[in-house]
């Protein structure tokens, strides 16, 4: 009698921001011969995520990339790594396809006795959860009323790595190379018939040291990738998460004339994600018995799309008045993004966020550096038009730094941002029917109804206990919803005048 169909829908859902104080003491570093620490470059990336019954374990790797000066004023490099786990508590299940997203928010360097680095980490996890709605389809022998909800639909993913390299003539010997930071930032992404293509960009920025000077070489890779996605359809949308998986210098070319050579690899991981009408059966009614209906409601959320912007921003890092002034720029080794607060209205969307960098720099008493800390606000105007649940990443594709008065410098920079829209979904559905006792019937010749606001044909038939083809047989004028105080009369027997 009652049909019911299981239906697969999707759930997104973020934890509780989880963080993380990821503290090393390398071994074997003589702290006799270091002079000065002038940078601390810190990245995290997750190595491996299980999700399970209420919580989702993260294992993750720092990597430092430490310069410093030696007694003798040469500039040295070392990395280090030092993995780490966190147990991030939520609502997760062993079968949800999760991700987890790193961020660096602080970093410090203590040299005295010995080198102990710190990294403040923040762990973000978020995951697609699968649910199964039983639903009522149609229904025999009841007058059925149908409406349609949305669903959202997960319908694919998958994780690749995509190689990058490039190279560059330098010139001169390189006598060490003092790191590198890669960031990496997703230019578009849309869905084909049975896949997807993402096109990416990977900066790579080189520090190094020839004829004894500290130097800087910038990379700019771009990536296309097409993927493919059983089941895909082009209008469905592309969630994309692309993070550095591996990154590393290598030098080429002869004696005195020098190439850099970076190469490494990006993880991307899609997720295709789709939203559907469905037609299910929102109320119905049975003229001979009583219905128990349970009705269930749903909350959820679709993904709707992702932009992609860039913008300009400008900041200034003063030198204190115990400081010498400042010669010339050298080398800014890293620049870091940290995204604060991202907020949509219509298609106008705003970040706010902070950018860190190490400045070094040469004055009198040879290279000397100073961190900054730039707060940005930017504003972007989108095609498409994101709810207010917005989440963002950012990355600097560009940085330079001037020296504006001696003590002063002035930065620029080319923000990227990523941003992900989803707009919330909710609805009811019946999810379960119980025959009751028969119904008495309503034997009157003739029954009035006066209508409330917003009647519709159901509430009739319920308050005539008639199917509503009889009703609107002898109402055939009736406009729903009804207006209140209409006045609607069924006659059970056809008067007979006399």
Known sequence: MFDFEKISASRFYVAPTAERVVEFSPPGIDMDNVSRVLSLAVEAKCTELQPADGYAQVNGRTSFSLVYLDKAGAAKGVDYNADFAVKVEGDFSADDSAYAELYVMESDVEASDGLRLSAVIEVKVSAVKRQELNVLKSADDCYISNTCINLPSFIASKSISVPFDGEAEVGGEISNVLGVYPTVFVQEAKATDGGAIVKATVNATVTYVENSEIKQKDFKLDLEEEVGLDGVEKTDNILVHAAIKSSKVVLQGVTDDNTIKVEGEVSFRLQAFRTSKVEVVSDLLSISNELEVTRTKFESEAYDGSGFFKEDVFGSAMLGDNRAGALEIAALPYARCYPSK??????????????????????????????????????????????????????????????KKEREFEIEMTLAVMAHGYSELDGSYISQVTVGEEKPQNTSAISLYISKEGDELLDLCKAFTAMPDDILRQNPDLNFPLQAGERVVFFRGIPVAV
């Open 342 to 403: 991202a907020q949509a209205s219509g298609n106008t969307l705003t970040v706010e966020g902070v950018v860190n960098t190490d400045v070094i720099y040469l004055d009198e008493n040879g290279y000397n550096s100073v961190r900054t800390e730039i707060p940005f606000s930017v504003s972007f105007e989108s095609e498409t038009v994101f709810s207010k649940d917005v989440s963002v990443k950012c990355s600097v594709m560009d940085i330079a730094a001037k020296i």
